[in-house]
């Protein structure tokens, strides 16, 4: 599986900004997309994940209200729409996928929020 982010970007503190993810390979054994991120200095911590099937999502109670994730099962995409963002979001997204076990990662996308 292949995984690639776009989206990324330097944004003041309470924009909005949309990443997204295109998946390739063997995306039918995929059983969760999600995002990832990790900020200078920090360990790589969950966003948001999303089922592909039924669609089920989970996330960071850190983002919770003002990032959604979705999903273009059709496109093999995923997309999470970040609203109200802080500087604290300020770290590399990146975009993983779970094929109920092994997982995929993409190369990510900075996303920079000032203050």
């Known amino acids: 599986v292949q995984l690639v982010e776009s989206g990324g970007g330097l944004v003041q503190a309470g924009d909005s900004l949309r990443l997204s993810c295109a998946a390739s390979g063997d995306t039918f054994s995929i059983y969760r997309l999600g995002w990832y991120r990790r900020a200078p200095g920090s360990q790589r911590e969950l966003v948001a994940t999303?089922?592909?099937?039924?669609?089920?999502?989970d996330y960071a109670t850190s983002v919770k209200g003002r990032f959604t994730i979705s999903r273009d099962s059709a496109r093999n995409m995923i997309y999470l729409e970040m609203n109200g963002l802080k500087p604290q979001d300020t770290a590399v997204y990146y975009c993983?996928?779970?094929?109920?076990?092994?997982?995929?990662w993409g190369q990510g996308t900075q996303v920079t929020v000032s203050s």
């Open positions: 993983a996928a779970d094929l109920y076990g092994p997982w995929y």
């Open positions: 999303i089922t592909v099937s039924g669609g089920t999502t």
